[in-house]
């Protein structure tokens, strides 16, 4: 009897320790991310990107967390050239590069679901804004259509949450549906302003998002 107790008592201890969504906790986190890609051959093409974006939350019941984060992205598609033959005789053509950067606002609301004290599946929904600008990057180095872009923006993401000690989280999510809606905006006033919509179903496992998140 002895020994049943204290393994009970222990494994209400472990379940204690790690069971971090209950009301009033704080969740604080958010992602980061950086690409670059480069293509040699007969034009030389080169691309980056970086993201970074900081989370707050705040759990209104237990497995219930309502929050807002913060989206910073920046890229930068370099302009190249290549040599070409027309009839036989070689000529330089060329394509123009870009860059740009936006900032966001993202509320958010999530809950999760119990597979054991350290592991937690979730369902996350997101809506927002952000506002960017992009700059189109000539050939000859120069600078022109500066353009200021709107977001609107709405997704839903599942997700898989372990906790390896207290407080921490580590996740992954993908995507499920997602839907922005693009303002277009160019500085030059004898070009119509423009206006996208985007929608797109499905996950795709190989490129999951990656996260961490400190529970208080």
Request: net charge positive; glycine share 10%.
């Amino acid at each position: 009897m002895k020994r049943l107790l204290l393994t009970a008592i222990a494994a209400g201890f472990c379940v204690c320790s790690y069971a971090q969504t209950e009301k009033g906790k704080v969740i604080l986190g958010g992602s980061i991310g950086f690409n670059s890609s480069k293509v040699d051959g007969q034009a030389e093409q080169k691309a980056t990107s970086f993201n970074i974006g900081p989370a707050i939350g705040f759990f209104v019941d237990k497995n219930i967390v309502v929050g807002l984060g913060l989206e910073y992205t920046t890229n930068k598609n370099d302009p190249y050239s290549y040599t070409a033959y027309f009839n036989g005789l070689p000529y330089t053509n060329g394509t123009n590069g870009s860059k740009g950067e936006s900032l966001g606002i993202i509320p958010f609301f999530r809950y999760y679901w119990d597979l054991h004290e350290r592991v937690k599946l979730f369902g996350q929904a997101n809506t927002g804004i952000s506002w960017g600008k992009s700059t189109t990057l000539n050939i000859d180095g120069t600078e022109s259509e500066n353009v200021d872009d709107t977001y609107f923006k709405g997704s839903i993401q599942s997700g898989i949450a372990f906790f390896p000690v207290k407080r921490l989280a580590i996740e992954l999510k993908v995507p499920l549906f997602q839907y922005h809606h693009q303002k277009v905006n160019y500085h030059d006033p004898s070009i119509t302003s423009s206006r996208y919509n985007h929608f797109s179903f499905g996950s795709d496992l190989t490129k999951p998002i990656l996260g961490v998140n400190f529970h208080f």
